[in-house]
């Protein structure tokens, strides 16, 4: 295994567009983060997926936004009718926590960079 | 919620000086997370504490959570070049500990 991939690494797209983002996490780990992060801060929470369960879901995502799990192996995070104010690094991670409060050891892709113009 | 503030922001260092990174909850940390994140790439695991007190050591690079669980420090020894980036303590929150969030982060540059 290869660590999480996510695809593709850039996307710049116009205003107004559609785009999907693509996250292949870790063979064995149930449980799947998107964040994103803005220059000069840190990853904000998107949403988050145990299996194929979507468990949690900020604020932050509006009905543009939209994340699935099917099968609970891949994800994808799709922008609708995106927003400069989208333009924003996508960052997917995946874990596989041991016991309620145990080890969460996040492990992150590389990010998926979206520029919308 | 809790949030995580970490300081400084930012921190320019010279080659072989000591520099300390400090992440303070507003609510008892139950892990304590902190990753390095290359400009423009994605996270890298550092280390992880649990217990008040603990202290955890990689290569020229250590981390301290307080005996009270609110806050933790990240201490960088005679730092290298190779030890520029954003510095980032994360934390598990919310109903089941699902939700996992970061500081703000603290970009350090260090001068050859």
């Known amino acids: 295994d290869t660590g999480v991939s996510q695809n593709p690494r850039h996307k710049i797209t116009k205003r107004g567009q559609n785009v999907t983002f693509r996250c292949d996490p870790i063979s064995e780990h149930n449980r799947l983060y998107w964040y994103r992060q803005t220059l000069g801060q840190g990853p904000e929470f998107l949403t988050y997926?145990?299996?194929?369960?979507?468990?949690?879901k900020s604020r932050l995502l509006s009905d543009r936004f939209s994340a699935e799990r099917p099968k609970g192996s891949f994800s994808t995070l799709e922008i609708q009718r995106t927003e400069q104010g989208d333009s924003a690094m996508y960052l997917c991670?995946?874990?596989?926590?041991?016991?309620?409060?145990?080890?969460?050891?996040?492990?992150f892709g590389a990010g998926s960079r979206l520029t919308v113009l | 919620s809790q949030e995580l503030e970490q300081s400084p922001q930012s921190l320019i260092v010279q080659e072989g000086k000591n520099l300390t990174i400090n992440c303070t909850s507003s609510?008892?940390?139950?892990?304590l997370y902190w990753y390095k994140q290359k400009y423009g790439e994605g996270l890298i695991f550092l280390m992880m504490?649990?217990?008040?007190?603990e202290e955890k050591s990689h290569e020229k690079i250590t981390a301290k959570l307080d005996e009270k669980k609110q806050q933790s420090s990240l201490h960088i020894t005679a730092s290298q070049p190779s030890h520029a980036g954003i510095y980032l303590c994360g934390a598990l929150q919310g109903y089941n500990f699902n939700k996992f969030y970061f500081g703000s982060g603290t970009k350090l540059n260090v001068k050859p």
């Open positions: 991670a995946s874990s596989s926590r041991t016991g309620l409060a145990g080890a969460n050891v996040l492990t």
């Open positions: 609510k008892t940390l139950y892990g």
């Open positions: 504490l649990q217990k008040g007190g």
């Open positions: 997926f145990q299996n194929e369960a979507q468990l949690e």
